[in-house]
Structures are given as structure tokens and as C-alpha cells.
């Protein structure tokens, strides 16, 4: 039996990936941004995608382009514009984006999944005082769900960054659904914890057999030696176009953004080399 998914704010595909790892079938996707719906059929050839604006987006749609039922989909999952939540940007409340979540709840009503899944920042629950989270929550138990929330640091399953996230999913039949515990250490020396043996993924593990990039280097395609150091990279990367490797780009940061992070002075060679741990808290735990 094949579960089945539909991605909203799909983007490049980040949900469908991990869900098709576990063995979901998506058979529906759309996102605003074309260069992200090409990046997601490039990844996911067989999924049908929609590109536009959601409020467009009407449930017959969705329904014939994936060969469902109201009622049928598994998991509706999705996660609306998070730029107007995070505790990193200027959080407006006149920014359209912060409504979007508006429209994952049209269509959980429209198209009635078994199951939803809502990721954002952690920031959307302090936004507004709570109440974005509050209506959300509120709504989705008026459409006869049970809701069960949680913040997850991806770090503590094995991704290469502190990635913390809100998690909301709700269940049309069953009110017990609990949160996975966390497969991956997070010990900053990397000393197995009590409960959990598996080091957590460094940086360095994740990334070493990519070329090596100065500011402003890199390109869209770059030949991939076919060197990998680590099992996570060859996972990765070796799974896909074998030799190639995209959007390998060094960003050209301004003097004051290097100097914050590298501890270069502005007006000096950007390559030398420094200890950032020799800044106070920098490579810190």
C-alpha cells in the first residue's frame, strides 16, 4: 500500500524528498516561484507540479492533477512563506506572505487529507502574541482534527545544522500521534550521550568534497570529482547526477560582513587565514 502526499510551498522539494525517503508517494505539488518548481521537477520528473499564486489554486485542481478523491490524500503538507515570522527579519504585519497559512487551510477543508503536516519558524509562535499559531490550531480542530505541536532541531536527526522548526500535525482519526525522539547526539565535542550513540553530522562531513570556493566563486554547474569522503555524501550526491554538481556559489560579502565573521579587518586580504575560535563565543558550544 503507497501512501500519498501533496507539497504546497513545495520549493525545491525539501518535504517531498524526506516523505519519499520513507516511502510516500507525492502526486501533487505547487509552489509561486518558477525556479523552484523547475529545481523540484528536476528532482521529482513524475509529480505533477502547478506553478502560481495558491489563492488561485482551486481543489479541483489539485484533485484531477493527482488522480484523488476528497478525502483520500494522506498528508497534506506545507510550509507557507516564513519570512514575515522569523526573529531574523523585520517581522511586518502588513507583509501579504504572513496570511498564506490562510490557504493551507482552505485546501485541508477543500480536500479533506487524512493526515496534516505545517512546518514554519519557531518565530510564528511568538508573532502576534501567539495568534497565528492560536487560530491555526483553532481551525484546524473546527475542521475535526486533532493537533499535536512540537519545535524539532534538525540537528538532533542527523542534518549538518541547527535548524530549529515548528511542527504541526494534525490526524482526522486518531488523537495519540507523538513526536519522534532525536536520533543524533548534539554534544559539542561529540561524545555519545545516554540514549542517543549516533555522532551528529559536522559540517565538515556534509560538505568537504565540494571544491573549494573564494568569495564571489563558483558557478551553476561545476564538475564533482566523484570523491566522497563521507556515507552522507555519497548518499547525497551520489544518487543523483553523478559528476555534477549545481548552484555551487560563494556569496561576495561586504567588508563589515567579513570582517563580523572572519575577523579579517575591512581593507584586508579576505583569503587569510584566521582562528574564529579566537573570537570570544565564536566556535563556541
Known amino acids: 500500500m503507497t501512501f500519498t502526499t501533496i507539497d504546497l510551498f513545495c520549493g525545491a522539494g525539501g518535504l517531498t524528498e524526506g516523505f519519499g525517503r520513507a516511502g510516500y ?9 518558477q525556479q523552484a518548481i523547475e529545481t523540484f521537477s528536476y528532482n521529482h520528473p ?3 507540479v502547478w506553478a502560481g499564486d495558491i ?4 481543489s479541483e485542481t489539485i484533485l484531477s492533477k493527482s488522480g484523488l478523491s476528497a478525502g483520500e490524500v494522506d498528508v497534506l503538507m506545507g510550509g507557507p512563506p516564513c519570512q514575515g515570522f522569523s526573529l531574523a527579519g523585520p517581522r511586518l504585519s502588513e ?3 504572513n496570511y498564506l497559512f490562510l490557504e493551507f487551510l482552505r485546501t485541508a477543508r477543500l480536500i479533506r487529507p487524512k493526515f496534516l503536516l505545517f512546518e514554519n519558524v519557531p518565530g510564528i509562535m511568538s508573532w502576534s502574541n501567539g495568534a497565528v499559531v492560536q487560530a491555526l490550531q483553532y481551525e484546524i480542530t473546527l475542521l475535526g482534527y486533532h493537533v499535536t505541536t512540537a519545535i524539532l532541531d534538525a540537528h538532533e536527526f542527523g542534518v549538518p545544522q541547527a535548524r530549529k522548526r515548528f511542527i504541526l500535525v494534525a490526524s482526522r482519526d486518531r488523537d495519540d500521534f507523538d513526536f519522534p525522539e532525536p536520533t543524533h547526539q548534539i554534544d559539542c565535542q561529540n561524545v555519545p550521550l545516554a540514549g542517543s550513540p549516533t555522532p551528529s553530522v559536522t559540517v565538515e562531513s556534509a560538505i568537504s568534497d565540494l571544491p573549494m570556493l573564494q568569495q564571489g566563486e563558483g558557478s551553476e554547474v561545476l564538475e564533482h570529482r566523484g570523491q566522497y569522503k563521507t556515507e552522507y555524501q555519497l548518499a547525497r550526491r551520489g544518487i543523483r547526477n553523478p559528476g555534477k554538481i549545481f548552484n555551487h556559489r560563494a556569496t561576495r560579502h561586504s567588508e563589515n560582513v567579513t570582517y563580523r565573521y572572519s575577523l579579517i579587518p575591512p581593507g584586508k586580504d579576505n583569503k587569510s587565514k584566521v582562528d574564529p575560535v579566537s573570537w570570544t563565543g565564536l566556535g563556541q558550544c
Open 95 to 97: 507583509d501579504p506572505k
Open 25 to 33: 508517494e507525492c502526486v501533487f505539488a505547487t509552489d509561486f516561484d
Open 46 to 48: 513524475s509529480v505533477p
Open 55 to 58: 489563492g488561485d489554486l482551486r
